[in-house]
């Protein structure tokens, strides 16, 4: 059941999760470059955080630039990625994107979603991450965690990310978009997650539909 919350609840949320909310890999690294956090959110996909960290930091230490990725063989930078989830399909996806951002954008990561979601291996998820992490643009983007835990609060029902996205556009303030990738992920690495919730010890029970009930049975 969808129970719409009133703008007052959603900040009320985000400030509760605030409190004690346990910083992104893009909130981590959001001092590295839009190029870095472009590939860095391509390498995370299907791929725990603390994976793709040590891996990222490793591989721009050496190789910060487009261009050194459209220079290097790519089953070297294969040998790089290993331990990422798809990590001969992502090669081949940075030095292509690496090399469109060289000739179409002159060196600079476009700073759109329509350009951002053009390039090989850009989804919704990491676009909107770029926008929001990177250019600090209004953008929601919905991860597992961001659509699991917005459906079990009840602000949405939906089954699949897309439908997500949408549903929360209509749901919460443009001006605040960035907080709920930001908030969301962290709560559902720690507390709120797939398989046994930590319900007890959530500080936004009593705004989630499904907290409530399970606290219930």
Known sequence: MVSVPEIKDIK?????????????MLEELGHYTPFQMLVMTLLSSRTRDSTTIPIVKRLFAKYPDPQDFVKMDTKELEEWLYGVGFYKVKAQHVKELSKIII?????????????LTSLPGVGRKTANCVLAYTFKKPAIAVDIHVHRISNRLGWVKTTIPEETEVALQKLIPKDLWVEVNRLFVGHGQTICVPIKPKCTICPILKYCNFGKVKSLI
Not at 12 to 24: A, M, Q, W, Y
């Open 12 to 24: 009320k949320v985000f400030s509760l999760l605030e409190k004690d909310h346990p910083l992104t």
């Open 103 to 115: 000739e179409k954008y002159r060196g600079k990561v476009p700073d759109t979603f329509e350009e």
